[in-house]
């Protein structure tokens, strides 16, 4: 499965003082991923490939909000590359490798 979609750049709200950044993966797509087959992972973590501003690199997403999304972190090379903070939009392109 491949999603493309632009999303805003957070901060980790459990802890403010932290330099984890995240982007919301949408709830439809959300939703759509959480709805593959695949062995469950420690934390409902998904295997996942991002693409952000010509960097690529494989994580995991994770379930995150209240409201069903999965969260995606967005390291500092990619928010530096891509010359986004807090609060700005930047365009993801997601592949989900389990299942």
Do not use: C, N
């Amino acid at each position: 499965m491949h999603f493309v979609f632009d999303a805003e750049l957070y901060r980790w709200a459990a802890r403010a003082d932290s330099s984890w950044y995240f982007v919301a993966v949408p709830r439809e797509f959300s939703d759509e991923i959480r709805q593959i087959p695949r062995v469950p992972r420690g934390f409902g973590a998904v295997r996942v490939e991002a693409e952000v501003a010509g960097l690529t690199w494989r994580t995991s997403i994770f379930p995150g909000e209240a409201d069903g999304a999965y969260s995606l972190p967005i390291k500092r090379a990619v928010r530096e590359r891509a010359a986004a903070g807090e609060g700005d939009a930047i365009r993801v392109a997601l592949t989900v490798l389990d299942g």
